[in-house]
């Protein structure tokens, strides 16, 4: 089987383009005292590491100002996520609740998620349209429980993943708007991995992120995933998605040489130390039913001054 054209690709490109060519700037007015900005910002440091171990590993790379922003970004990210994902009885209002306190210009000094997040999209300028893409993109979450090709797929990546890196980039300075599709095959790259990371932790909470004419030709199909067992067509069908995302990192990590030189580690990072859990699927024999695909503290801090390395030689 060979990979699918990429008019998916040129279709998110276009979604982010449009996001940035309508965007009208937010006046930076924010009424909350310094000390309760901090505490803010504070709390949002706290969810992104107790969430995600290697997201808070990368952000530490970062000047203090863009560090404390792209965690405020995490914690706006996962907020959004748990409404659907942690919640008993997910619905839409609650979501569209989160959407108006998320994407208020002055949201409730109680809300240090909601407060944090608007002081980093004023003071640096992000998209409006970006949040609500995501939001949007979560949303899927409570409306599809499978994908029928990677096109479809890929559009969802975009909303939940792809959002994500284009905000980022607002963060952390970029030179134009040649970052842009960049941007977008790293963020559905990251999605993707988190994807087949997970396979046996969705399945279990009744979802399917792969795609189902690919699942078919491998002769797959949803029985395959209820029995969970590593057979011959499985190997090759997880071979197949981990080569299309490796390739997605390869075509995307250019895209770093475009960020302000003091972004450039963390990127390269959090690309580089995702892209190693496809590694850890290959060494436990593709068994992504039984087995969370990660990589230890220890892994992750012995690849740094190589990643360090690699994000200097940009020029």
Not at 103 to 113: F, G
Not at 115 to 122: G, I, N
Not at 283 to 307: C, E, H, M, Q, T
């Amino acid at each position: 089987m060979t990979f699918s054209s990429l008019n998916w690709e040129n279709e998110l490109i276009s979604l982010a383009r449009d996001a940035l060519a309508n965007h009208v700037p937010e006046e930076h007015n924010s009424q909350s005292s310094p000390a309760l900005l901090e505490q803010a910002y504070r709390y949002c440091a706290e969810l992104t590491q107790e969430h995600s171990r290697t997201f808070y590993l990368a952000s530490g790379l970062l000047a203090h100002e863009k560090r404390r922003a792209v965690r405020a970004l995490y914690a706006f990210c996962r907020v959004s996520d748990d409404l659907v994902d942690r919640l008993e009885v997910p619905t839409p209002t609650r979501l569209d609740e989160w959407r108006r306190r998320a994407i208020n210009s002055e949201p409730s000094v109680s809300d240090p998620v909601a407060l944090a997040w608007a002081d980093t999209r004023q003071r640096f300028q992000i998209p409006r349209r970006y949040a609500e893409q995501l939001i949007d993109g979560v949303a899927q979450d409570l409306r599809h429980q499978h994908y029928d090709t990677f096109a479809e797929l890929a559009s969802y990546c975009y909303g939940v993943a792809c959002t994500v890196g284009l905000m980022s980039m607002h963060i952390i300075g970029y030179s134009g708007e040649d970052a842009i599709p960049y941007a977008v095959r790293l963020g559905v790259a990251l999605q993707v991995t988190n994807i087949l990371r997970d396979v046996g932790e969705d399945w279990r909470a009744g979802r399917i992120y792969l795609p189902q004419e690919e699942l078919a030709a491998f002769d797959l199909g949803e029985d395959d995933l209820t029995r969970g067992q590593v057979t011959q067509s499985w190997r090759e069908f997880l071979r197949f998605q981990i080569d299309r995302a490796r390739q997605l990192y390869i075509e995307a990590m250019p895209g770093v040489a475009l960020l302000d030189p003091d972004g450039r580690f963390a990127i390269q990072a959090a690309g580089e130390l995702y892209q190693a859990i496809l590694g850890d699927i290959e060494a436990n024999d593709y068994d992504v039913f039984n087995r969370r695909a990660s990589i230890s503290r220890w892994d992750k801090l012995r690849r740094l001054p190589g990643i360090w390395w690699r994000s200097r030689s940009y020029h």
